[in-house]
């Protein structure tokens, strides 16, 4: 296995369904800044790896006709929420093994307003069974977004193990904010106290609205090459990935009664232990975190999935500021999901850019000083997870 290196990155400022900007124009936009980035062309791409859920067959093709019409392979990918991550570790693994030198990852969503909802009623859901069991413990809520009961029964479950209360979670959202006012990108840059998170309509377990991401549109790219196409193009210390795991759910996400399974958290925990393991640090050593924040719920458990902190700790984690600026982790500089955005398709690419802007030192007023080792969580209900971990020297 190759060492993989991410020499160009470009994402579009995420929109919310309103903005009716084709998705053919965002993935344009995001390819055609990594290409810039990268100071590569697109005839030096040999597979492009891209991802989106909402969109008909082939719309990877359409998305990158209009850049370049080379003949290449081009890969549609399609996991849930954690789609822009499949791309990416996709195009790594094409890199990784000396299948390409160079490969591009693009990732791209335009959704409409609204929860999601199911698309196809003639066939079997590939939720159901995510659902079922879940309803075997938990009571459900009419009129409630399903992906809010699921979420935000994981967050139920942490209060009744933990006995934390729900203004916890509604402070993920004051940090999510604060943090996103300072990223141009992001959809929702405007400060939220804590009574305002709290005092949102009330959607399920300890979630109000302000504690659950939007519907967003836009697109995000990366290009991965190895050292020898590195050195070619003259590309001096980059970022790489010194780990990368991809999971999905194990019989324990139906068989322990739990919440927290149901949405991930065996699978995150799998796979974060798996990068640990191959890049031979540990979560003491990072410097920032990209996290999967669809819900506050999801992020809290995410700091014990991840090792961030010891389990049945996380508000005290929270409480000492250690999700932030001045604490141990920078998580979600970006104002992460839950106020950048979260665009199904492109979400885990643009994981992948802010990580990449941190540790070269370009994130501006966001920058986390000193940043050198970087971790990125995706996940995608239905299941999967994928986890990586970003250096530069």
């Not at 791309?87 to 094409?94: M, V």
């Not at 979420?151 to 999510?176: L, N, R, T, W």
């Amino acid at each position: 296995m190759r060492k993989v290196n991410v020499i160009g990155v470009g994402m579009t400022p995420f929109s919310t369904p309103k903005a009716k900007i084709p998705y053919t124009d965002m993935a344009k936009q995001a390819a055609g800044d990594a290409l810039k980035d990268a100071g590569v062309g697109y005839n030096d791409i040999q597979h492009a790896y891209t991802g989106w859920v909402y969109a008909d067959s082939c719309a990877g093709q359409m998305a990158l006709y209009d850049i370049g019409m080379t003949g290449i392979p081009v890969f549609n990918v399609n996991n849930n929420c954690s789609t822009g991550s499949n791309a990416l570790f996709l195009a790594r693994q094409a890199v990784a093994t000396g299948v390409v030198e160079c490969a591009m990852a693009l990732g791209f969503e335009q959704m409409t307003p609204g929860a999601l909802g199911v698309v196809f009623n003639d066939r079997p859901i590939p939720m159901q069974t995510f659902f079922i069991k879940l309803f075997e413990f938990q009571e459900p809520k009419p009129g409630a977004p399903p992906a809010a009961m699921l979420f935000g029964g994981a967050g139920v479950e942490y209060q009744q193990k933990y006995g934390i209360s729900d203004e916890v979670f509604g402070k993920i959202s004051v940090k999510a904010r604060k943090h996103a006012q300072h990223n141009e990108r992001a959809v929702f840059r405007d400060l939220l106290s804590l009574d305002e998170v709290m005092s949102s309509p009330h959607i399920f377990g300890p979630l109000t609205r302000y504690q659950c991401c939007p519907p967003t549109c836009g697109a995000a790219a990366a290009i991965l090459c190895s050292d020898e196409f590195a050195k070619k193009h003259n590309i001096s210390n980059p970022v790489y990935i010194a780990g990368q795991s991809m999971n999905t759910d194990f019989t324990s996400t139906f068989e322990a009664r739990s919440a927290m399974n149901i949405c991930g958290y065996e699978m995150s925990k799998a796979a974060a232990n798996d990068v640990y393991e191959q890049a031979g640090l540990g979560p003491e050593d990072l410097d920032v975190v990209e996290l999967h924040d669809c819900f506050t719920a999801n992020e809290l458990i995410t700091y014990e999935a991840l090792g961030l902190t010891p389990e049945g700790t996380a508000e005290k984690f929270i409480e000492d500021g250690d999700n932030t600026y001045g604490g141990k982790y920078v998580t979600n500089p970006s104002g992460g999901l839950l106020s950048k955005g979260h665009p199904l398709g492109a979400t885990g690419l643009a994981q992948c850019a802010e990580l990449t802007w941190q540790l070269r030192g370009q994130s501006g007023v966001r920058q986390v000083e000193g940043a050198k080792v970087a971790l990125q969580h995706n996940i995608g209900l239905g299941g999967c997870c994928v986890v990586g971990m970003y250096r530069r020297d």
